[in-house]
């Protein structure tokens, strides 16, 4: 993780260098002609376009750790306005939802890494300096840094460490009082709220961009992780070829950034733990969804895959997903690949009962419970743990 060092208040373009997300930021272009077709074609705009690269790739490979971009150093505030400017633009034209939202992790990570290892009054004034121009409800007070009870709240609920449990917070009427480096944390989230919004694009710099960006598209589309199996999960190695079309299907509405039923999250979410996906494979799943929330999602997958000690809860069965419109053994007709957009005739078979079964009839391993009960599916009606994805401000969890 890069470790910053300030010794001195940022001057207004070099905090517009380091959060170039800020309302204001563009102050930093000095050229009148520029455009959006030159910042992707003009050879001036070089090496602008070739940070903006490295930003969206160390994104894509690692989110949170926040890797070092060595282009950034010596870059000047311009530069890296620029950089940030087309990695924006260029993610909002990506056909794969999940990297936006994977690289909004790592720039507001980027941020509040260097926020962390500031100090003192020079800590708290470029908190606020930040807080005040994203209008993040974020100020100084006397003794910490202050925000409101209700934006607290709603900053921090995604947020998992017991910190910042309400009941751990200084309460005092109606302002809850944080040292400078838990403000940093509340920071991240609004800046990453922020950054996971695509910006709006019209159709012709969506094809400009796809043509002149294909090969860097490509590369994120590939890097985007592949499903793995968790050390605990007995070794097997997970074969999405081999999941169920019903599972399948799920996938695809996520990647495709469409939204997926209540149920369909939750079959999606306990079908990926049995078959011994680890956490973050189950959490990307989710990164295409239209509400994708990443604090909340990870929160929600550990609450469906940690249940008594580890085990999970149980996918619902075939006729529990059929019930829900969610069985897509007749095939696929909006699929691309030919094979999902046929009937599947092992779904037919009278022994055919869950998902899980298919996957073993196919070669698949599934990761035995220990217990052996009998299935204890908890359905998706009442009792039902609330499904990965969703933020809490939009729709029923
Ligand atoms: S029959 Fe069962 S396994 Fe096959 S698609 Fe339908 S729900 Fe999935």
């Not at 949170?64 to 924006?88: I, K, M, Q, T, W």
């Not at 009870?149 to 944080?178: K, S």
């Amino acid at each position: 993780m890069a470790v910053h060092r300030a010794s001195a208040p940022l001057d207004l373009a070099s905090l517009f260098g380091e959060y170039p997300f800020l309302p204001g930021a563009e102050s930093l272009l000095h050229d009148p002609s520029w455009t959006v077709r030159a910042l992707l074609e003009d050879p001036a705009y070089a090496s602008a376009r070739s940070l903006g690269r490295a930003r969206i790739l160390a994104a894509a490979d690692d989110p949170r750790a926040v890797r070092n971009v060595a282009e950034f150093a010596g870059a000047p505030p311009d530069l890296r306005y620029l950089s940030f400017l087309f990695a924006r633009l260029v993610l909002a034209c990506a056909t794969t939802p999940a990297a936006l939202r994977r690289w909004a992790v790592a720039e507001s990570k980027r941020a509040s890494s260097r926020l962390e290892t500031l100090r003192g009054t020079e800590q708290s004034a470029e908190i606020e300096a930040v807080a005040e121009r994203l209008q993040a409800p974020l100020r100084s007070g006397p003794d910490g840094m202050e925000v409101g009870l209700v934006e607290y709240v709603r900053l921090a609920t995604p947020i998992r460490e017991a910190d910042f449990r309400l009941v751990r917070q200084d309460l005092r009427a109606g302002v809850v009082v944080v040292r400078p480096k838990r403000a940093a944390r509340l920071l991240e989230e609004a800046i990453r709220r922020t950054l996971a919004e695509p910006v709006a694009v019209n159709a012709e710099v969506v094809a400009l961009v796809r043509s002149r960006e294909s090969e860097l598209l490509a590369d994120v589309a590939a890097r985007m992780p592949l499903p793995t199996a968790r050390a605990a999960a007995g070794g097997g190695t997970l074969r999405p070829e081999l999941f169920p079309p019903c599972i399948r299907k799920m996938r695809r509405t996520l990647q495709k950034g469409e939204n997926l039923s209540h149920a369909g999250r939750f079959a999606l979410a306990a079908f990926l733990h049995r078959v011994g996906a680890d956490t973050e494979t189950i959490v990307d799943s989710y990164r295409g969804a239209p509400d994708f929330d990443e604090s909340i999602t990870r929160y929600q997958v550990e609450h469906i895959t940690q249940r008594d000690g580890g085990v999970g809860y149980e996918p619902p069965e075939c006729e529990t997903l059929r019930s829900h419109g969610l069985c897509a053994r007749d095939g696929d007709p909006t699929a691309d690949d030919p094979k999902d957009r046929e009937r599947d005739p092992r779904c037919f078979d009278e022994r055919m009962r869950h998902p899980l079964m298919y996957y073993r009839w196919r070669g698949g391993s599934v990761v035995e419970r220990r217990d052996a009960p009998p299935v204890t599916s908890p359905g998706v009606g009442p009792g039902t743990p609330r499904p990965p994805g969703r933020s809490p401000s939009t729709g029923p969890r």
